[in-house]
Structure formats: structure tokens, C-alpha cells
């Protein structure tokens, strides 16, 4: 494992102990960070962190705080505070 993934896979637990604990901006720049390393390092995130968080808002996505899950016909749909809707099939 790279210093580079190591340091994603660090950023990722900040970020979810941030918004667990209420600093939302914390944990928004933390998966900003990640982002950045990972587009810099020519990574791919984590699953962790692309289906926990806002591709427009950068927000670590908590579900009945600031987002939403719906189930649909094959696909799971989250909806973010911001109004950004991400699909993932099952």
C-alpha cells in the first residue's frame, strides 16, 4: 500500500469521526483532501468515501442527518441535503 493510499484510507476515518461528532466542515474538507491525493496520485476512492459523500457538495454523507436513502426498482438512490442524487444498483 502506498503512503498515498494509506493517507486516504486515514482522511476517510477522519471524516466519518467528524461528522459522527457534528463538525461537518471538518469532515467536508476531509474528503476534499482525499479527493485531491487521489486525483493527484491517479487513485480511485475508496468505496467507502464515493458512496459516503457529495460529489457536488464534497459532504460526508450520514444517512437521516443530511441524506436521504431510498430503495428503487434494482437501484438504491441517496439524495444529499444539497439536492445532488447519486444511484448505485444492487
Given amino acids: 500500500m502506498s503512503v498515498a493510499e494509506e493517507r486516504i ?22 474528503v476534499r483532501r482525499a479527493r485531491r491525493i487521489a486525483e493527484r496520485n491517479r487513485l480511485s476512492l475508496p ?6 459523500s457529495c460529489d457536488r ?11 436521504r436513502v431510498r430503495t428503487r426498482n ?13 444511484r448505485y444498483p444492487y
Fill in 74 to 86: 434494482g437501484h438504491v438512490v441517496v439524495t444529499c441535503a444539497c439536492g445532488e442524487h447519486a
Fill in 57 to 67: 457538495c464534497d459532504a460526508y454523507l450520514r444517512p437521516g442527518h443530511n441524506a
Fill in 9 to 30: 484510507e486515514r482522511l476517510a476515518d477522519l471524516a466519518g469521526e467528524a461528522a459522527r461528532s457534528g463538525a461537518e466542515e471538518l469532515a467536508r474538507r476531509y
Fill in 47 to 52: 468505496k467507502r468515501i464515493t458512496r459516503f
